[in-house]
C-alpha cells in the first residue's frame, strides 16, 4: 500500500509533457498586419549577417508605410543542426519575447555564434547576456525556459526546406523569401527583396484579370509557329509532348533573358509538373553565343540539362565567383563540348528571334513574372481541334 502511494506520488509530480503547437507562427511580424503586401522571411538568427537582414528588412518596412508586412521565421539551414549553434537560434525566439531582437541579433554579428552558445550553456555567464541584451537577468532566464521554441524552430526550418523544392535551383540559400507565389534568395542587403517587392503588384493584377476573364476565351492571335516549335537543338527539358513550351533565345550566359526568365520558368516546372517544356538556344556566332551553344549541346548529350539551366537562371555574378559545384559541372560540360558540339553536330540557330516566346508568342520578362496566369490564359483560349482548325490557313477547301 505505501509502495503504491508512494508511485502515485511520483507520477503526480511528474510534469505533464507539453503540446506544442503543429504550425506556429511566425517568429515576429514587422509592419501593418493588414496590409496588401505580405513578404515572408526565412533567417538563420545564427548566422552572422542576421543583424543586417534584419535592419534592412525595418528600412523596407519603413520605405513602405502602412502597405507591407513581412512575417519573420528562424531557422537553420538545411542539414546543419548542431546542438549548440541551436541554443542561438532559441535566444532569438527568446529575444522576441523579450523585445531584444536587434540586441540578441547585434551580438551574435559581434561575438559569434560559437561565443554565444558557449555562454548559454554556462549559467554562471547569463548576467553578461542579459546586459548586453539591456533585460534583467531573471527576464532572460524566464524567456530561454520556452519549452516550445526548439519545435517553432524545427516547424520553421521544414516549411523552409519545403520551400526549396519550389525555388529556381532545387535549394535555397539563406536569408530566403517568398513574396505572392514566388520563391527566392537574397544577399544581406536585400535589394532582390526590393525588386520583387515592387513587382509584386504587376504579378498581383495580372493573376487578379486572368483569374477574371470568363472561362472561354478568344483564340490568342500573333503566333509564330517556327518560336513555338523551333528546330532542334540546343537544351530542351520536357520534350515536345508537354502542352506549353517557353523558347528562351540569348546571345551568351550572361543574356538577361535568361536570368530574368528561367527562374519562374524553372520555379514552375517544379510546382506543376508536366505542364511546360523549357527550351534555350543561343543565337550568334560570337565567342559567347559559341559558349553556350557548345554548352548547351554539352548538358543535353551528357543528361545535365536541368543543372545547366539552373545555373543560368542565377545572376551572372553568380558565375564570376562559382562554387564546387559550378566549376564542376563547367568542366564535365566543356569536356563533353570539346569532344562531341561542334558547329558541325551544333549548327548556329538561324530563323530564330532573341527573347522569351510562350506558346509562340513574344513575352517579357515583366509578363512571365506570373507565368501560372499565363499559362492558364492560353489554356482558355484554345478551341477543341476540328477539321477547319487542323488544316493550316490558305489550304482549306
Do not use: K
Not at 553556350?292 to 551528357?302: D, H, N, T, Y
Not at 566549376?327 to 560540360?333: D, F, K, Q
Not at 508568342?361 to 513574372?369: K, T, V, Y
Request: hydrophobic fraction near 45%; proline fraction near 8%; aromatic fraction near 4%.
Amino acid at each position: 500500500m505505501l509502495l503504491t502511494s508512494l508511485l502515485w506520488a511520483a507520477l503526480a509530480a511528474t510534469p505533464s509533457p507539453v503540446r506544442c503547437p503543429t504550425h506556429e507562427a511566425a517568429a515576429v511580424e514587422l509592419g501593418n498586419a493588414d496590409a496588401p503586401l505580405r513578404l515572408s522571411a526565412y533567417v538563420d538568427p545564427a548566422s552572422t549577417s542576421a543583424a543586417t537582414t534584419w535592419t534592412e528588412l525595418q528600412r523596407i518596412v519603413a520605405e513602405h508605410g502602412d502597405g507591407l508586412t513581412i512575417a519573420v521565421w528562424f531557422v537553420r539551414p538545411p542539414q546543419a543542426y548542431d546542438p549548440r549553434i541551436e541554443r542561438v537560434r532559441r535566444l532569438a525566439l527568446a529575444a522576441v519575447r523579450l523585445g531584444r531582437v536587434r540586441e540578441a541579433l547585434a551580438l551574435v554579428a559581434r561575438r559569434g555564434p560559437e561565443f554565444v552558445a558557449v555562454a548559454l550553456a554556462d549559467e554562471s555567464r547569463h548576467d553578461g547576456l542579459a546586459r548586453a541584451l539591456a533585460v534583467e537577468r531573471r527576464a532572460l532566464d524566464d524567456a530561454l525556459a520556452g519549452r516550445c521554441d526548439a519545435a517553432r524552430v524545427d516547424d520553421a526550418s521544414a516549411m523552409a526546406a519545403e520551400l526549396a523544392r519550389r525555388s529556381t535551383l532545387g535549394a535555397l540559400r539563406l536569408p530566403a523569401f517568398v513574396v505572392g507565389t514566388f520563391v527566392f534568395d537574397d544577399g544581406p542587403g536585400l535589394d532582390r527583396v526590393r525588386a520583387e517587392l515592387a513587382r509584386e503588384p504587376v504579378r498581383s493584377a495580372l493573376r487578379w484579370r486572368i483569374e477574371a476573364e470568363p472561362a472561354i476565351a478568344p483564340p490568342i492571335r500573333g503566333t509564330s509557329e517556327t518560336m513555338r516549335v523551333p528546330p532542334p537543338g540546343g537544351a530542351d527539358l520536357g520534350g515536345v509532348g508537354l502542352p506549353h513550351r517557353l523558347v528562351v533565345v540569348a546571345q551568351g550566359e550572361d543574356d538577361p533573358n535568361l536570368f530574368l526568365t528561367l527562374p519562374r520558368a524553372l520555379q514552375f516546372r517544379a510546382a506543376h509538373p508536366g505542364v511546360l517544356s523549357v527550351h534555350v538556344r543561343a543565337l550568334g556566332r560570337s565567342f559567347v553565343a559559341t559558349q553556350l551553344r557548345q554548352r548547351l549541346c554539352a548538358a543535353r548529350l551528357g543528361g545535365r540539362e536541368l543543372d545547366y539551366l539552373r545555373a543560368l537562371a542565377a545572376a551572372p555574378d553568380v558565375r564570376r565567383e562559382p562554387d564546387e559545384a559550378l566549376i564542376e559541372l563547367l568542366r564535365a560540360l566543356d569536356a563533353i563540348a570539346d569532344q562531341d558540339c561542334d558547329d558541325a553536330d551544333e549548327p548556329p540557330a538561324t530563323g530564330l528571334a532573341e527573347g522569351a516566346w510562350l506558346d509562340g508568342i513574344p513575352r517579357s520578362a515583366a509578363e512571365l513574372d506570373d507565368l501560372a496566369s499565363l499559362v492558364r490564359q492560353g489554356q482558355r483560349a484554345r478551341r477543341p481541334l476540328s477539321l477547319w482548325t487542323a488544316i493550316p490557313a490558305g489550304e482549306a477547301p
